[in-house]
């Protein structure tokens, strides 16, 4: 799917997020190479996103489509960026302080605890997270940036419009939560999630694909993730 198509795709989908707080994931059985280029990109795009807790148009746009296969969940993002704010910097150097960056939040068994988040810069660094807790009602705030996501891919690439965003997870790689009642996923089954992008551009914008009703913990809403489905 070359850029051009994807535009057409991208508008197509524009309301899709304004009114479902069902976001589909399509299996593939296309092969999918992680190097930021979405022209071998064959399912939809959702978004735009928007301003994450007040659901307000964003300055800039940004959109995200999701597939997977038996073995991984893949995740592309498509973000316009006229001054794009970052770096190449090292693994798990908290790049979402400081750098334009997309971000998606996984939580398999949808109960807010042990659920990771990625974030990926316009340089392709990378940082994953385990979120242990948020709430008081599980002892705190309980993160470990130790977590890795064994055979993780991230790729972003650079275009004329922004910069592009490919992410490779592997299902295996998340059998290892502890705690995290993760069973690899087949088509019907639903796990809770959002996907997410700051832009430090002209104006610094927190933005979401699903925006939220509260303000406590920022992007981390885990009772008002949306519902990720994964379909045949």
């Not at 770096?87 to 398999?108: H, N, R, Y």
């Not at 242990?132 to 891919?153: Q, R, V, Y």
């Not at 087949?186 to 939220?212: H, P, S, V």
């Amino acid at each position: 799917m070359k850029i051009s198509a994807i535009t057409t795709v991208l508008c197509f989908m524009c309301s899709i997020t304004n009114y479902s707080q069902s976001i589909p994931i399509y299996k593939t059985a296309e092969k999918i190479t992680i190097d930021g280029d979405l022209s071998d990109w064959k399912t939809p795009f959702l978004g735009p996103f928007v301003i994450h807790d007040s659901g307000k148009k964003g300055t800039q746009n940004t959109f995200v489509s999701l597939s997977w296969n038996d073995e991984n969940l893949y995740i592309a993002y498509h973000s316009t960026d006229s001054k794009i704010i970052g770096s190449a910097q090292k693994k798990d150097s908290q790049i979402f302080s400081t750098d334009d960056l997309v971000e998606i939040f996984i939580d398999p068994d949808g109960d807010g605890q042990n659920y990771i988040e990625i974030g990926v810069n316009a340089f392709s660094s990378n940082y994953d997270l385990l979120l242990k807790c948020i709430s008081p009602d599980c002892g705190g705030w309980n993160t470990s940036m130790a977590f890795d996501i064994a055979g993780l891919e991230a790729k972003s690439k650079i275009t004329p419009e922004g910069f592009d965003t490919e992410i490779k997870i592997p299902f295996s790689s998340l059998e290892t939560i502890k705690n995290g009642n993760f069973n690899k996923p087949k088509a019907g089954i639903k796990w809770r999630g959002n996907t997410f992008r700051i832009d430090y551009g002209n104006t610094t914008e927190y933005l979401a694909l699903q925006y939220y009703k509260s303000l406590k913990y920022g992007f981390h809403q885990p009772e008002e993730f949306a519902v990720f489905e994964f379909l045949e």
